[in-house]
């Protein structure tokens, strides 16, 4: 078989709408810019993911706890952690046909200067030296709250989920009884107003986020560094990321963000290049102490080996699930042409990822075996996600369930009634057929699926 390395976001993009992962927003309004809506098989993978993650970062761990945080919060939150101050982007407009542009995507644009280098060329429309100067544009989505909407209503849709774990380090430090290290990890919906949003759902001015902060001592707060930098690049591997699409970039200190002892992205090769994925940042001690500072309240966490007050270091994992979505899909698919010059569309993803883990399809209509295939399909979705379809041919259907990833097909044929009480598993990746009987169904699939 010939399979394509490398496939284009239209092919993404067209297979998304096609098969109900993704939607554009308000489409029977024209849509709405950088906006998505997510679809049947969309929810149900976006929701995998979260529980991978969830998994992984909570749940098989003993020092890591969980919180849900509110979305629109006490403005002095972001004063205090330096949003409404830093959280900018450089911003040009282009004189000639009014487009903006974040001035850092500029291949003219100098980090040291904070400043373009003329010449410049508008990609929008072609026009040379026609940017205005370069000025500051804060990110953060405002709003207001109660009936007047005047300064002292003022508040803004968070940005990110880090700093609901920061101004609740004392609460769950005091109900769980945690000793450091420990961690804090939530998942949830953040707001920016992207200058130049796109790429599909790569960058939005609505996503999900999940991170973790995790608390230390300040002597191990580099060590712990390096610890979740392999972790999460190790995450990805186990998920089914090809090693090849992977790698990490460390930002250079000059331009490492403001709270920032360092920072790891870990890359991906986007059909446009190599881009963010997830960044792993080592905060220092910069948060609680802000919050400290602005709240008046003592953040510090009693050492019991040194008998002493300290602000512990933070080191931050953070990523989106939109984007962990979208790698997926970039990296799952697959066009293979067998020896009769016929294409298979494939996602190879990986069984604790795919939106439909079985699918369960009887040979026909046939008013003999549709009865028992839906006597199957009762068993299997208490313990699977799954789909039924007997519409068309098996090959379309078993063609359609490649498209969107299904690891593993079910069988019902006449043989299942008349001889054996058996059905056949077929495998989505290698096309093989497993003749298994009834009783043993359940089992025999879910060793197959619980590989994560």
Same mark, same amino acid.
């Given at each position: 078989m010939v399979v394509n390395e490398r496939v284009e976001m239209e092919k993404i993009v067209s297979l998304c709408k096609r098969r109900g992962f993704v939607f554009p927003s308000a489409e029977?309004?024209?849509?709405?810019?950088?906006?998505?809506? *997510?679809?049947?098989?969309?929810?149900?993978?976006?929701?995998r993911i979260r529980d991978a993650w969830w998994r992984a970062m909570v749940t098989e761990r003993d020092d890591v706890a969980g919180l849900e945080g509110?979305?629109?919060?006490?403005?002095?939150?972001?004063?205090? %952690?330096?949003?409404?101050?830093?959280?900018?982007?450089?911003?040009?407009?282009?004189?000639?046909?009014?487009?903006?542009?974040r001035a850092? +995507?500029? !291949?003219?644009? +100098? +980090?040291?200067?904070?400043?373009?280098?003329?010449?410049?060329?508008?990609?929008?429309?072609?026009?040379?030296? %026609?940017?205005?100067?370069?000025?500051?544009?804060n990110m953060m989505l405002k709003t207001f709250i109660g009936p007047v909407e005047d300064a002292a209503a003022v508040a803004y849709l968070r940005p990110e989920t880090a700093q609901g774990m920061f101004v609740n380090f004392e609460n769950v430090l005091t109900t769980s009884r945690r000793k450091l290290p420990f961690g804090i990890a939530q998942t949830g919906k953040s707001f920016r107003n992207e200058i130049t949003p796109g790429n599909f759902i790569?960058?939005?001015?609505?996503?999900?986020?999940?991170?973790?902060?995790?608390?230390?001592? !300040?002597?191990?707060?580099?060590?712990?560094?390096?610890?979740?930098?392999?972790?999460?690049?190790?995450? *990805?591997?186990?998920?089914g990321i090809k090693e090849t699409s992977l790698r990490r970039y460390d930002h250079p200190r000059e331009k490492l963000s403001h709270y920032s002892g360092g920072t790891t992205d870990i890359e991906?090769?986007?059909?446009?290049?190599?881009?963010?994925?997830e960044g792993v940042a080592y905060r220092t001690n910069y948060d609680l102490s802000q919050h400290q500072q602005f709240s008046g309240r003592n953040l510090t966490y009693y050492d019991e080996e040194t008998k002493e007050h300290i602000i512990p270091h933070v080191v931050e994992p953070?990523?989106?699930?939109?984007?962990i979505m979208l790698i997926l899909l970039l990296d799952a698919y697959d066009e293979e042409t067998d020896s009769k010059g016929e294409t298979r569309t494939v996602l190879h993803l990986h069984p604790a990822i795919a939106p439909v883990q079985v699918a369960i399809l009887p040979l026909s209509r046939n008013e003999k075996l549709v009865p028992k295939a839906r006597e199957v399909w009762a068993l299997l979705r208490r313990h699977?996600?799954?789909?039924?379809?007997?519409?068309? %041919?098996?090959?379309?259907? *078993?063609r359609r369930q490649d498209e969107i990833g299904t690891p593993f097909c079910v069988?019902?044929?006449f043989q299942t009634i008349e001889e054996d009480n058996a059905v056949t598993i077929r495998e989505r990746d290698s096309m093989a057929q497993e003749r298994v009987p009834l009783p043993e169904l359940v089992d025999r699939l879910r060793e197959k699926t619980d590989v994560f």
């Open positions: 029977i309004y024209g849509g709405f810019a950088n906006a998505w809506d *997510y679809g049947p098989l969309g929810v149900e993978m976006r929701r509110a979305i629109v919060t006490n403005p002095r939150v972001w004063e205090a %952690s330096g949003h409404l101050k830093h959280f900018t982007d450089p911003l040009v407009d282009c004189r000639t046909c009014n487009f903006r542009f850092d +995507d500029l !291949p003219e644009w +100098d +980090d040291e200067a904070r400043a373009l280098r003329q010449p410049t060329t508008c990609r929008n429309c072609n026009a040379t030296n %026609s940017f205005t100067e370069a000025r500051q544009f790569f960058r939005t001015r609505e996503f999900e986020q999940m991170e973790m902060e995790y608390f230390c001592r !300040p002597e191990d707060g580099f060590r712990w560094f390096d610890y979740w930098r392999d972790e999460r690049y190790q995450w *990805y591997r186990r998920i991906f090769a986007f059909p446009w290049g190599w881009g963010e994925l953070a990523v989106g699930v939109d984007r699977f996600v799954t789909q039924y379809d007997d519409a068309q %041919s098996i090959g379309r259907r *078993y069988t019902v044929d």
